[in-house]
């Protein structure tokens, strides 16, 4: 009977670690972290990312085969949660988003030649990357019609094209581009990755778009989600990862294990969330009782417990499915976490800002901000609704019409319910 809840305790002291190290060291910045700038950042950033190196714990998303730890998804879903606690964790563990998912699909599609020159500096922190799918003027949220084009033209492949909310392109080194070279192999052998290294001609960064989470946008900061124009954008041929039409597929290497990552991200947010609300709670009084004392206060803080807590256990049965029988057996799955576990966590955002009220909806907790930036969860890696859509085809798919009354129709079943009881009265011995 092999059903454990319980982490080996080997890996427990690796989390404690990460625990204590997010607590001591990441999260007492936070007051401060917006007038830091990149350049006073940049040594002290890479001196806690040697802390972690040194501890195995870097970039851990990768399998051994392809040059990472090997944690496998339980573990790293186990320690996304802690990482999720603090927003500046990501880049302090080498996890954060768009360099895995890219580390991944490089992992999957480059040549050796290709790795040694952008996937191991990538992974070593050296250099940063980009990942440019999404149209201005096309469906984000369907990636088998693309209006970016890349010909060839003798040993180039030329690129012409518009792309939007493209995360960290106007600062990344290179930038995986999708583009379509193949348009009779749509819709899914239509599409190829090109590497577009910073300051290519032909690449212009239009802006770095203002979002809920950052309306008032400082041009060129890492984290800004770019604006692209591409025209007579020319990169060598062997800036192709895989072949001609390999793309979509590659793209979807960047997304199993993510999800699980994004999910348990989220988790890690909505429990220090919870915190905040739970002390605040215990701490103020209205109408002659502590808020914790109203019903309905109660009613917010038990509902965000037991909505994490069920959200987690279905994120890690997921991330334990996936180990066991792999990402393609789990693919409806992985989109149902992410589509559930991205409204849990503005739930409880929600409530939080809910029973701090005014504080709570200002700047001097951090809540407003994380539900600001979160806010992209149920929109980004491909909306809620298409997920939710999979998961329905996929659960519909085991069912097989009926003519006539539903196979649970009562009075139908009455014939076949009265022959059974007399077969288990004669075998009982009743006359
Ligand atoms: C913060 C942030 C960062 C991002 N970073 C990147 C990045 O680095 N690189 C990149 O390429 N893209 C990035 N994106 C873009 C993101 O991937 C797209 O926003 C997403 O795929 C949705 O595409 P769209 O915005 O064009 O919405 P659309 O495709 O126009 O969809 C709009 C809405 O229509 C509905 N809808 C769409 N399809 C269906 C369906 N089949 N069934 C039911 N309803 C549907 C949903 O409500 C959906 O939200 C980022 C977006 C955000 C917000």
Redesign the pocket.
């Known amino acids: 009977m092999a059903w454990d809840f319980e982490t080996d305790p080997e890996f427990e002291e690796q989390l404690q670690w990460m625990r204590d190290f997010i607590d001591s060291e990441l999260i007492p910045l936070e007051p401060i972290l917006r007038e830091i700038t990149p350049a006073e950042w940049a040594p002290v950033k890479a001196y806690l990312q040697e802390q972690v190196k040194a501890r195995g714990l870097w970039g851990a998303f990768l399998d051994p085969k392809l040059g990472g730890p090997g944690f496998g998804q339980l573990k790293l879903a186990l320690m996304s949660e802690i990482i999720g606690r603090c927003m500046m964790s990501m880049t302090i563990f080498g996890v954060q988003a ?1 360099d895995s998912g890219n580390m991944e699909l490089l992992a999957h599609g480059a040549t050796d030649e290709q790795k040694e020159r952008w996937l191991w500096p990538n992974l070593r922190g050296e250099i940063s990357s ?5 149209e201005p003027f096309l ?4 990636p088998t019609v693309i209006g970016t084009t890349a010909t060839r033209d003798g040993d180039e492949w030329v690129i012409e094209g518009h792309k939007w ?3 960290n392109a106007s600062t990344a080194d290179i930038t995986l581009v999708v583009a379509e070279t193949n348009p009779e192999g749509r819709p899914h052998k239509h599409a190829s990755i090109l590497i577009v290294p910073a300051g290519t001609p032909g690449m212009e960064i239009v802006r770095d778009i203002g ?1 809920m989470a950052h309306p008032d946008v400082v041009e060129g900061r890492p984290g800004n ?1 770019a604006e692209l124009r591409f025209h007579d954008c020319r990169v060598p041929l062997d800036h192709m990862i895989g072949a001609p039409g390999d793309g979509f597929v590659l793209a979807q290497q960047r997304l199993g294990g993510g999800r699980i990552h994004h999910a348990m991200r989220w988790l890690g947010q909505a429990q220090r969330s919870l915190d905040i609300m739970c002390e605040r709670a215990v701490s103020r009084s209205s109408h002659g009782s502590l808020l914790a004392q109203h019903q309905m206060v109660q009613d917010y803080v038990a509902l965000s417990h037991t909505e994490i807590q069920a959200a987690r256990l279905l994120t890690f049965q997921t991330a334990w499915k996936m180990d066991k029988y792999g990402a393609s057996r789990v693919r409806a799955e992985l989109g149902m976490i992410k589509a559930h576990v991205s409204k849990v966590v503005l739930a409880v955002l929600d409530r939080t800002i809910q029973v701090c009220g005014a504080l709570g909806y200002s700047s001097d907790l951090p809540v407003e901000e994380w539900y600001r930036s979160t806010r ?1 969860g149920p ?5 809620d ?2 997920h939710k ?1 999979v998961l329905a085809r996929t659960i519909l798919k085991g069912y097989t019409p009926v003519e006539g009354w539903p196979t649970e129709h009562l009075p139908s079943r009455r014939p076949a319910a009265e022959e059974k009881w007399r077969a288990l009265q004669a075998a009982a011995g009743v006359a």
């Open positions: 768009p980009a990942f440019a799918l999404t469906a984000g949220s369907d909310f493209i995360t979002t989600h992209f929109i980004g890696d491909g909306p609704e298409l859509s």
